[in-house]
């Protein structure tokens, strides 16, 4: 079975400033899909980036990137330039590829992150 | 627009009582999911359907059962055999097969009285 731990249940950053969120997850395959879902108070859960096992480069969607680090089995999440609106809960998650997998996510606990004015 | 709906946005239950909660999805999607969110515990799966009139048991199954009579709808039903079911329930859908991008719906949060 596989695990995903988020070990920071809470970040505080300023507006405009850089913040990093840690994921590791532990697995035995070796394709596999990673997954950053938001979560803000609205409670919506919006995926914000993706990133397969089998790709070297790190994905990047605007503001938001990834530090995918196969070998350590760790997937961090950087939030640039952050925005008031990116006050939300970030959660890790995981899936393993091909048809076994059903599609199923394991998701981290969560990190809770705050952007102050 | 498509989407992923869910009803009630709240829903109070008393102990003892069966409660359905809907899920509905014009997305098209063959695989559906419910996910049941507990304070500090992220999303818990309870359980999952591929394709219509087929379901299997997630990892939090126990006191839960549901139904997959038509392609936009996965209703969940909490029953009386669920010891703690106060908590935020989340359904989500996906295509079959890549990289299975998962949407999900606004959820309903469930009260024992």
């Known amino acids: 079975a596989q695990t995903v731990t988020q070990s920071q249940p809470e970040m505080s950053v300023q507006e405009a400033e850089t913040v990093t969120l840690s994921c590791t997850y532990d697995t035995s395959e070796n394709n596999y899909y990673l997954f950053w879902y938001k979560q803000p108070p609205s409670r919506q859960m919006i995926l914000v980036i993706r990133?397969?096992?089998?790709?070297?480069q790190n994905a990047t969607e605007n503001r938001f990137s990834v530090n995918f680090q196969k070998a350590a089995k760790s997937f961090s999440l950087k939030i640039s330039d952050s925005q008031l609106g990116d006050t939300a809960m970030y959660f890790c998650?995981?899936?393993?590829?091909?048809?076994?997998?059903?599609?199923?996510?394991?998701f981290g606990a969560g990190t809770q992150v705050v952007v102050t004015p | 627009d498509g989407g992923i709906t869910q009803s009630p946005k709240y829903l109070f239950r008393k102990e003892g009582q069966n409660v359905t909660l809907s899920c509905e999805q014009n997305l098209n999607h063959d695989a559906m999911y419910w996910y049941r969110q507990d304070p500090g515990q992220g999303l818990r799966l309870i359980y999952y359907?591929?394709?219509?009139?087929?379901?299997q048991k997630g990892d939090i199954a126990e006191g839960y059962s549901v139904s997959r009579e038509k392609k936009e709808s996965f209703p969940l039903t909490v029953t009386s055999a669920q010891k703690n079911p106060t908590a935020f329930y989340l359904c989500?859908?996906?295509?079959?097969?890549?990289?299975?991008?998962?949407?999900f719906g606004p959820g309903t949060r469930l009260t024992v009285l």
């Open positions: 990133q397969e096992a089998y790709k070297q």
């Open positions: 989500a859908s996906s295509t079959r097969g890549g990289s299975n991008e998962q949407f």
């Open positions: 998650a995981f899936m393993k590829h091909g048809p076994d997998s059903w599609g199923k996510l394991q």
């Open positions: 359907s591929q394709i219509v009139n087929d379901f």
